[in-house]
C-alpha cells in the first residue's frame, strides 16, 4: 500500500522510463514534477530539458540535466508536468506553485503531454482545489472585480483572494500576481476559462484543457494510466 509520498514518487518514475535519449522534454513544476524530474536525473540520458518555473531549472541543473529555453530548442517531445486536480477528459487545474503561465506556454508547444498525480489528484469535478488566476500588477483590484463578474455568471459567488506569503502579495517568475478563486464546482470549464481570458488584465488562468494527452495515477496499489 502506497501513500500519497510514496504515490508521487512512483508516477514520476514511471514517467520518467518514457523518456528516451535525443529527446527535448518539458519539465513541469511542484512537488510531483520534482520527482519525476529527480527520477529522470538519476538515468543521466542525452536530453534537453525546458523548465517551467526557475526552482525546476535549479533542480534539473543541480541533477545534471542539460537546459535549453523555449523557442531555442527544437519542437518539444514530451512534457511531463503535475497538477492540482486532475478531471473528466483529462481536463486540468493547475498552478498551485505558481508557474501556470509558464507551464502552459511549454505545454502548448510540446508534441505529446503527460501530466502525473497522486490518487486525491483524480476527480470527478473541478473546482474542489482553487483555480488561480495571473494578473498583472497594474491596476489589478480593477482586473479583480472584473473577475467577479464573470466568476458571477457562471455563479460562483466567493471573490477571488490575492495570494500572499509572510503577508506580502507572491509574485510570479513573470512578476504578476495569483488571484485564487474558490469555485467549488466548474461544471462548464471550458466557457469559464474562455471568458476569464478574455479580460484586460487577466494573463492566464489554471484551467489545463484539450492538452493532456495521457494521465498516470498513483493509487495505494500501484499506477494506473488514463486517456481522456
Known sequence: MMDTEAQKKAVGEAAAALVEDGMVVGLGTGSTAACFVRALGARKLDIVGVPTSIATAELAQSLGIRLG????????????????????????IKGAGGALLREKLVWEASKSCLVIGDAAKHVKVLGKFTLPIEVVPFGHKTVHARICDVLAEFEIGIAPILRRKDGQPVKTDNGNLIYDAACERIEEPAPLGAALKSITGVVEHGLFLDLADKALIGTADGVVELEP
Open 69 to 92: 529555453e523555449l523557442g531555442e530548442t527544437r519542437t518539444i517531445d514530451l512534457t511531463v508536468d503535475g497538477a492540482d486536480e486532475i478531471g473528466p477528459g483529462l481536463a486540468l
